[in-house]
């Protein structure tokens, strides 16, 4: 495991992530920190926690429809691998039924 130093909203924070993983960790970090700055300039008002909190819910929501596309997606690709076996089980079939030529 290594550890990555990361900083959010200028406080430091020591993170475990898998080796290998550390370019990954920070670019999340990066776009977390430009989300946070978005957030900040749209909506002066809030505390610091307040503005960790909606972008923690916009990161959520946008998850949350991907993997609705993601599933509906699956969905329909289920759908086609169901009728291409169909398709294909019907021309055997059909195939099956054809007499040899002599």
Known sequence: MANVEISILGQQYKI????GEEQTLQNTVDQ???KLKSI?????????????VMVA??????LN???SKNNKHAEQLNQR???????????L??????????
């Open 40 to 52: 900040k300039s749209s909506s002066r008002a809030l505390r610091s926690e307040q503005h960790i």
């Open 65 to 67: 429809v991907e993997k």
């Open 57 to 62: 819910l916009n990161f959520c929501h946008e």
């Open 81 to 91: 691998i169901e009728d291409l076996q169909a398709l294909i089980q019907t021309a």
């Open 16 to 19: 475990a992530c898998p080796d």
């Open 93 to 102: 079939q059909t195939d099956d039924k054809k007499e040899p030529v002599r």
């Open 32 to 34: 977390f920190n430009d």
